[in-house]
């Protein structure tokens, strides 16, 4: 797997894995402000945490000020600057004419700690990332011994894309698709394998001699596993602009 701190594909992909994020947040000893329905950290807060300086974090927001916005970091302002320091005037600690302060919630704040290089702490919390997403494609796919793809370096980054990709699909069907609740899904995905395969799973599965409880994704290459990944994001891409 790429290393996180230089992938930015890589860092989205593991922050869209909710259940290692779900897990981290348990693991990691970290007291936030629950605001507006959602754990908030100041640029001190995270600073402490990841045992750095202020400055330090500031360098990185304005360097990945995108990426960090479109994880959850925000400036708060106006009505919400008011209620936040009516709620925490201790905690934060600002000046009566602070009119902005930046808040990471806590997927913004996963997301410093998989950018900065200068943390020891940070590069702990990476490795925590890391066990988990493992974690989670190992029960997901029955364990890490079972077929030979798993020996491919590759493989982790392809299975932590796959999945994420595939939820953008079935997202898209759920909401766009008319159809049977269930029987939908596996329709379009044997559409996906004949485009792909030339053949529907079932028929993938007869010639890969599967029995009914193995699952064919679990049985491909990372290179395989990626295009069938890559295209059925796009089919969910597809059938959402369709709509």
């Known amino acids: 797997m790429k290393d996180l701190t230089i992938s930015n594909i890589e860092r989205q992909n593991v ?45 990185y927001l304005e360097k990945h000020s995108d990426e960090l916005s479109a994880n959850g970091y925000v400036l708060c ?23 902005q302060l930046g808040l990471f919630n806590f997927r913004s704040f996963l997301d410093m700690g998989m950018l900065l290089t200068e943390s020891e702490k940070a590069r702990k919390v ?23 793809n798993r020996r491919d370096v590759h493989y982790l980054p392809a ?4 999945e994420n990709y595939r939820k953008n699909l079935t997202s898209a069907i759920n909401q766009y698709v008319d159809g049977h609740p269930t029987y939908k899904y596996p ?8 485009a792909v395969f030339k053949e529907n799973a079932k028929e993938y599965r007869e010639v890969l001699k599967l029995d009914s409880k193995d699952n064919v994704r679990h049985t491909l290459y990372s290179e395989v596993l990626l295009v ?7 089919v969910g891409a597809a059938i959402s602009e369709r709509f």
């Open 228 to 234: 069938i990944s890559s295209f059925e994001n796009g």
């Open 126 to 148: 990476r490795s925590l990332i890391l066990d988990f997403v493992i974690t989670t494609i190992n029960e997901k796919t029955g364990g890490g011994t079972k077929y030979i």
């Open 159 to 162: 299975a932590i894309t796959e």
């Open 15 to 59: 922050l869209n894995n909710r259940f290692a994020v779900s897990k981290v947040q348990e693991h990691l000893d970290i007291e936030g402000m629950l605001f507006a329905g959602e754990y908030r950290f100041t640029k001190k807060m995270v600073a402490d945490f990841y045992e750095v300086e202020e400055r330090t974090i500031e360098r």
């Open 187 to 194: 329709q379009i995905t044997d559409f996906i394998y004949k």
């Open 77 to 99: 302002k106006g009505k919400h600057l008011k209620e936040l320091k009516l709620q925490f005037a201790p905690v934060i600690n600002v000046g009566s004419k602070t009119t």
